[in-house]
T-cell receptor, first 110, second 113 residues
Framework: DAGVIQSPRHEVTEMGQEVTLRCKPI?????LFWYRQTMMRGLELLIY????????DSGMPEDRFSAKMPNASFSTLKIQPSEPRDSAVYFC????????FGPGTRLLVL | DQQVKQNSPSLSVQEGRISILNCDYT??????FLWYKKYPAEGPTFLIS?????DKNEDGRFTVFLNKSAKHLSLHIVPSQPGDSAVYFC????????????FGQGTELSVKP
C-alpha cells in the first residue's frame, strides 16, 4: 500500500488566495483526520471524518477553513481566503484508534 | 489547557544507552496511548501503543510504560541508535470515541555515536 498520499507537498501563495489541500487515505480505512502543526500550537486536530461523514470539526479555526470528503478515497481541506497566520504544515491521517499519517503539505502564505 | 504534556523539549543520549521519553496527561478519561516518531519533512510514524488495561507494552527495542495513578507514560528505547534521532510525540485518546488523538508538544531525541 502506498500509504496516505497528500498533495501538494509544498504550497506558497499570497494572502487572500484560495488554497486547497488534498488527501487520499489508505484503502479500507474508515476514518480520516486533518491536523495542523505549528511551532506555537504543536500538532492539533482540525477535523475528522468517519465513513465520509464529518464527526468533529471543533478544531477548525474559523469559517475560512472547510473540509470535504466526497468519497472514501479523497478529502480536501480548503482555506479561503488564506492569511499569513495559516502558514503551517498540514497533515492528513487515516485509520482508527491508530492513525497513519501522510507526509504533509507545507503551506506558506505571504 | 494542554491535556497531554511532554515537558522535555529535547534529550541527548549516547549510542547504545537507554533513552527515556516522558509524557504526562491530565484527562482521566484517556484510556489509549500512542507514541509517534517524526523525522524532518515527513509525517509522524506510529511506533507503539498501550491500552489502559496494561502497564507495559514491548516491541523490540521499544517499551512503553503506563502509570495510571500518576497519569504518566514513558517510552524506553534500548539500546539507542543514531537512526532513532527524531522528534517523538505521545498522544492520547478515549478508546472507541472515533480515534480523536490529543498530542503532546514532542521531544527531540538526539542519539550521538
Amino acid at each position: 500500500d502506498a500509504g496516505v498520499i497528500q498533495s501538494p507537498r509544498h504550497e506558497v501563495t499570497e494572502m487572500g488566495q484560495e488554497v486547497t489541500l488534498r488527501c487520499k487515505p489508505i484503502s479500507g480505512h474508515n476514518s480520516l483526520f486533518w491536523y495542523r502543526q505549528t511551532m506555537m500550537r504543536g500538532l492539533e486536530l482540525l477535523i475528522y471524518f468517519n465513513n465520509n461523514v464529518p464527526i468533529d470539526d471543533s478544531g477548525m479555526p474559523e469559517d475560512r477553513f472547510s473540509a470535504k470528503m466526497p468519497n472514501a478515497s479523497f478529502s480536501t481541506l480548503k482555506i479561503q481566503p488564506s492569511e499569513p497566520r495559516d502558514s503551517a504544515v498540514y497533515f492528513c491521517a487515516s485509520g482508527g484508534e491508530t492513525q497513519y499519517f501522510g507526509p504533509g503539505t507545507r503551506l506558506l502564505v505571504l | 489547557d494542554q491535556q497531554v504534556k511532554q515537558n522535555s523539549p529535547s534529550l541527548s543520549v549516547q549510542e547504545g544507552r537507554i533513552s527515556i521519553l516522558n509524557c504526562d496527561y491530565t484527562n482521566s478519561m484517556f484510556d489509549y496511548f500512542l507514541w509517534y516518531k517524526k523525522y524532518p519533512a515527513e509525517g509522524p510514524t506510529f511506533l507503539i501503543s498501550i491500552s489502559s488495561i496494561k502497564d507495559k507494552n514491548e516491541d523490540g527495542r521499544f517499551t512503553v510504560f503506563l502509570n495510571k495513578s500518576a497519569k504518566h507514560l514513558s517510552l524506553h528505547i534500548v539500546p539507542s541508535q543514531p537512526g532513532d534521532s527524531a522528534v517523538y510525540f505521545c498522544a492520547a485518546s478515549v478508546y472507541n470515541q472515533g480515534g480523536k488523538l490529543i498530542f503532546g508538544q514532542g521531544t527531540e531525541l538526539s542519539v550521538k555515536p
